[in-house]
């Protein structure tokens, strides 16, 4: 909380329900043999295989957010579960494109399908997941992820002492 405000700051409450869904979605994967960030992995490159597309890991590391080492490494680990193929670009011989095999395929299907009821869920206080609170909700998301970050200052002291 910061000096100024009487309860949580935003960025604390978006910490904190990135947190609780995070875990959520962690369990609710967990007996399809994923995590959260590779159930991310996962079901984005179902939707982008699913518009044609074979994606580099720099390609889907944009896509989810996550660091391009840490989709390696999923990416790795998807690969000895059977669930993806990783591939050399023809276009480029350093860049690796993937692809969900067919087991990658019906697993994804089905944490899907569990992620959807779970979004359901969490979402029922603001009238489930087709509301139009969810949608505002959606919108309001967007907005705040779509400002760039501007760059670190070192030792900049008008950042000390905050909290997210």
């Known amino acids: 909380m910061s000096k100024g405000s009487p309860g949580p700051t935003p960025g604390f ?19 399809l043999g994923l995590t959260h ?3 991310s992995l996962v079901a984005s490159l179902h939707g982008m ?7 580099s890991q720099r390609r889907l590391a944009d896509h989810t957010g996550l660091e391009a080492l840490y989709v390696s490494k ?21 860049a ?9 395929q019906a697993v994804t299907r089905q944490a899907i ?3 959807q009821e779970l979004l ?17 909700f959606t919108d309001e998301l967007m907005t705040l992820l779509d400002v760039p970050l501007a760059p670190a200052v070192p030792n900049d002291d008008s950042t000390q002492g905050r909290t997210p």
Do not use: H
């Not at 409450?13 to 007996?31: E, F, G, I, T, Y």
């Open 13 to 31: 409450l978006v910490w904190r329900l990135a947190n609780k869904w995070r875990v959520a979605v962690d369990r609710a994967v967990a007996p």
């Open 37 to 39: 960030a590779q159930y």
């Open 49 to 55: 295989q699913r518009t044609g597309e074979r994606p």
């Open 74 to 94: 999923l990416a790795r680990a998807l690969e000895s579960a059977g669930l993806i193929e990783r591939t050399r670009d023809p276009r480029d011989p350093r």
């Open 96 to 104: 690796v494109q993937l692809s969900l095999t067919e087991q990658g």
């Open 113 to 115: 399908a569990v992620v």
């Open 120 to 136: 359901q869920q969490l979402l029922e206080p603001l009238g489930g997941l087709d509301a139009p609170r969810t949608r505002a």
